[in-house]
């Protein structure tokens, strides 16, 4: 949206390592296809989002990366705050909240995702 570039940062895990890399780089090379309804059109619509501006992809163990350890610090905390149904309104989840980022508006399609 922003034509910004990226560099991809997943914490290590030498069980998933090489599907992680094989799946990263399908990303990378062919894009990653989304399905989903349209209430504009009154179907099914899919089309492929590429990612071209990722530059790298690396694996660090969190201990030794400030970002991963920030980012599980939020999620670890905005996740216990939603399982518990939300309790009484608090700060921090304000200015999180007030942080994500939004298309028309809306937080929706990012984070953290709810299944039936």
Known sequence: EKDDHALLVYDQNNRIEDPLYETSATLVRDGSSITYFSGFFGDEVEYTYQLDR???????????SLGLQVADFFATFAYQFYKCGQPSSCG???????????????????GLKEFP
């Open 92 to 110: 921090w989840w304000d200015t999180l909240k007030a942080s994500l980022h939004r298309k028309n508006g809306e937080n929706l399609g990012y």
């Open 54 to 64: 990722i530059l790298e992809l690396t694996l660090c163990n969190s201990k030794n």
